[in-house]
């Protein structure tokens, strides 16, 4: 380790500092999930006795079959997929143009549209009018209600604009040169450059849209539309109201926590599954080579 | 006839006018260099040829139709850029291809001439990586191979060697004079090189401040600069200029010497009038002690380049610069005290107004 006597004590410390800092965080992130994990796995009464600390204990499948075996959770599980697809596209249908849009120095009133965008991110209608707004339109209790009603956050519309600000204007201009129109320009340059900004943009919409539970509960009643997360928390009222009154139909092999814990372990899978496509994405230096700075 | 022609042309933004009346005619396969210190309105000018930029006056007119309010892609123009702007995520092949595919030429036309065009460019090794994996002129030479892939009327060149170093400047400006020759194409080209604009130009235009101060063949401009501007720009090293005062009707004085100037009709009877002279640093043959009728200057610094020298030296208190030949003149260079010149070949510029006078015209 003859390079170590490059950095001084100081910069030691600084490493190990942060490495511990970064463990720490690290730890306090994946313990949640192993804990769920884990409980989902645990027989229902060492989880009601709160046995479970890090792995299973009286390790049971019980509580999936008992998850699975439910029609309403394939329903909710369906409808969920429905609107992460389906939001996330009409997402990122409207908030590619618009960003792009907005970052055009020759967008008329370019300021005035800026700060339309960014006055949504500070300030919103709150929930009655918003509520009110989608009654009168006719979205409640349907699912392009939940696409459209939700597809564009003014964040991510920044977020994106920023990028495209930065990817310098000679690509454009030489894209024009080469006989590009505007939709040309951004589908063939500007998409293909920003395919970073545009996955992060992308998996905001995709998690936010698989978490969405509170817009969803207010906006939807009908069983058969209702999202997985409303579902897991029909679930969890359902079966801790039956343990309160004395009445559970569950027995030893499955409780209310360890069938929660299910639902979230099933809720979680596909969006571990969809990370490591969407991870190669946020390359660094995608723009690298192509002009001379 | 592929011609470009300029009348007039303004550009403002606001109400800051920085290209203020430009006219001037390219004809059909000329190549004609832009020339001018940084902010001149040379780039801005050929941004507006290209469409890059909305012309605010005046109007251009590309092969006899005006193109004032015509879109970048049907104005048949194809501009190599400073910065190259090589879409990094298209391999050498793509983005020669680029602007084929995007006017949807068949797909077995653009194979063929991408490929005749990476082997006039001596890309044809490099046709499936990605521009970060090419060096600086490799990426010159597809930024150009994507202008001329297309066959447009014009090319426009935006200072396409500014970021390379000196030695491939050299080769990339030799290959861009020869791709020239054999495409026959008519080319506008900017730079701030003088170099540059002196070797690829059939003419060149000096711009300043938004106006054309000169056009002409890059010789016509180093013989016969119209004024002290040009005179002072084009030339490595620019051309010397001396305050000096008419004392006779050809003879100037300046700094206590005096000077034999040639016959001009203008300086009949002008004694007093101040002049400026011009005096090219290769004009001169430099004097040591011996030589009689010469001017004195102080010399400051030889810097021996070789076959060459340069005489870094003052006279009445400003830089005056010779360049003289190092062969069999090493001991006199040693010993300079002064030069001499042939009155004919000395310019001479109204002192007020920089504007060379009339009736000097030096054959090349």
Known sequence: MANMNLYSRGDKLFVIVNMVLIGLFTISTLYPFIYITSLAFSSGFEARAGNVVLTPVGFTIEAFKYVLADPQFWVSYKNTFIYTVGGTIMSLAFIIPGAYALSR????????????????????????????????????????????????????????????????????????????????????????????????????????????????????????????????????????????????????SYSFETVSAAIIVCSIIPVLIIYPFIQKYFEKGILLGGVKE | MSGVSLEGIVKAYGAVQVVHGVDLEVQEKEFVVLVGPSGCGKSTTLRMIAGLEEISGGDLTIDGRVMNRVAPKDRDVAMVFQNYALYPHLNVAENIAFGLRIRKTPKDQIDSQVKEVAGILGLTDYLER??????????????????????????????????????????MRAEIKRLHKRLGVTSIYVTHDQVEAMTLADRIVVMNDGRIEQIGTPMDLFLNPANTFVAAFLGAPPMNLVNATMIGDNLAEFNGQTI?????????????????????????????????????????????????????????????????????????LDNVTGFTINPKLIRVFDAETGVALPGQVHEQ
């Open chain 2, 130 to 171: 990605r521009p970060a994996d090419l060096s600086g002129g490799q990426r010159q030479r597809v930024a150009m191979g994507r202008a001329i892939v297309r066959n447009p009327k014009v090319f426009l060149f935006d200072e396409p060697l500014s970021n390379l170093d000196a030695k491939l400047r050299t080769q």
């Open chain 2, 260 to 332: 034999e100037l040639p016959d001009l009709a203008d300086l009949k009877g002008s004694v007093g009038r101040a002049v400026t002279l011009g005096i090219r640093p290769e004009f001169v043959e430099v004097a040591d002690a011996s030589v009689a009728n010469q001017v004195k200057i102080d010399v400051d610094l030889i810097e021996t380049l070789g076959s060459e020298a340069l005489v870094h030296a003052s006279l009445s208190d400003k830089p005056f610069v010779i360049r003289t030949e190092t062969l069999g003149k090493l001991d006199l």
């Open chain 1, 105 to 252: 120095q020759q967008l008329y009133g370019r300021r005035f549209w800026n700060l339309l965008v960014a006055f949504t991110m500070w300030f919103n209608a709150g929930l009655i009018p918003f509520f009110l707004n989608m009654r009168d339109l006719g979205l409640l209790d349907s699912y392009f209600g939940i696409i459209i009603g939700f597809a564009v956050n003014g964040f991510n519309v920044i977020l994106l604009r920023n990028f495209f600000e930065s990817v310098p204007q000679s690509f454009e201009e030489a894209a024009r040169m080469d006989g590009a129109n505007e939709f040309q320009v951004l589908w063939k340059v500007y998409m293909p450059l920003s395919k970073p900004a545009i996955a992060t943009v992308a998996l905001f919409c995709i998690v936010s849209r698989w978490n969405g539970f509170f817009w969803a509960m207010v906006l939807l009643q009908d069983e058969d539309k209702i999202p997985l997360q409303v579902f897991l928390r029909h679930t969890i009222s359902t079966l801790s109201d039956d343990q309160e009154f004395g009445t559970s139909l569950l027995d030893a």
